[in-house]
């Protein structure tokens, strides 16, 4: 089939939280002794930590920066011993190995490959969790390729990131569009030459004014889908 008018050749797809509902991690964090709301602040530093060894020009996986991150955090307790703290943590990463989609990514990724479109994902997380994340809920033959940046000079938003992504899948950056909810990533994939959706699932529209604007926003990736497939884009 044919690419629809107006519409990238490959959709490159963020994982965490994008596809990811990381929510259910709210009563793993109750489980451990910390408040639910611990659970996004957990998940900022983590990524704030990557971006930081990436602009040192270092590297570390997610999982062993999302569990020093946690370990710390209990650690600041001061309450645990070091057998319950690591208990905890790994309550908290097996929990997170287990996660679900968020109920518009199947029809949205489905509404993708039925319009002809390649549709990859690339993650700051390992490949695996995400090809696991994908098998759980039926999508794994419909992603052509599962892409981390553990095989990346850096983590997103890193220019190097994306180039990675259009590498392996033998395409400019014009002809790529990064879908995500997190408007760094956004940012990064438009400095990096890539067009851009934003899956803005809070509806307000609070897109941060000194960030590149995405080309589409839509409130679920099944209409950001929808949107892409008809719309005219620059």
């Known amino acids: 089939m044919d690419n629809p008018t107006g519409a990238p050749r490959v959709v490159v797809l963020d994982v ?36 930081g060894l990436g602009l040192a020009g270092a590297s570390a996986p997610f999982a062993e920066i999302a569990s020093g991150a946690l370990r ?8 645990a011993s ?8 790994a309550t908290v990463m097996g929990r997170f190995s287990e996660l679900g989609l968020h109920r518009d990514v199947a029809p949205g990724i489905r509404a ?8 990859v994902t690339l993650s700051n997380g390992a490949a695996g969790v995400a090809e696991a994340l994908l098998a759980r809920g039926g999508l794994r033959d419909h992603v052509d390729l599962v892409l981390s940046v553990e095989d990346a000079p850096a983590w997103k938003p890193a220019a190097s990131a994306y180039q990675h992504a259009l590498d392996e899948c033998g395409v400019e950056a014009h002809e790529a569009m990064l879908v995500a909810v997190h408007p760094w990533d956004i940012d990064g994939a438009a400095r990096a030459g890539l067009r851009t959706g934003w899956v ?8 941060p004014s000194y960030l590149r604007a995405p080309e589409l926003t ?14 005219e884009l620059k």
């Open 218 to 231: 839509a409130p679920s990736l099944a209409e950001l889908a929808g949107d892409l497939l008809t719309a």
């Open 82 to 89: 070091e057998d319950e703290v690591e208990a905890a943590v």
């Open 112 to 119: 993708l490959r039925a319009a002809g479109l390649r549709v």
């Open 72 to 79: 710390a955090r209990l650690q600041e307790r001061g309450a």
């Open 16 to 51: 965490n939280e994008t596809l990811s509902d990381l929510s259910p991690l709210d009563d793993a964090f109750t489980e451990i002794g910390l408040a639910a709301h611990e659970r996004q602040a957990w998940f900022a530093g983590v990524l704030r930590d990557g971006f």
């Open 200 to 207: 803005d699932r809070s509806g307000r529209g609070a897109y």
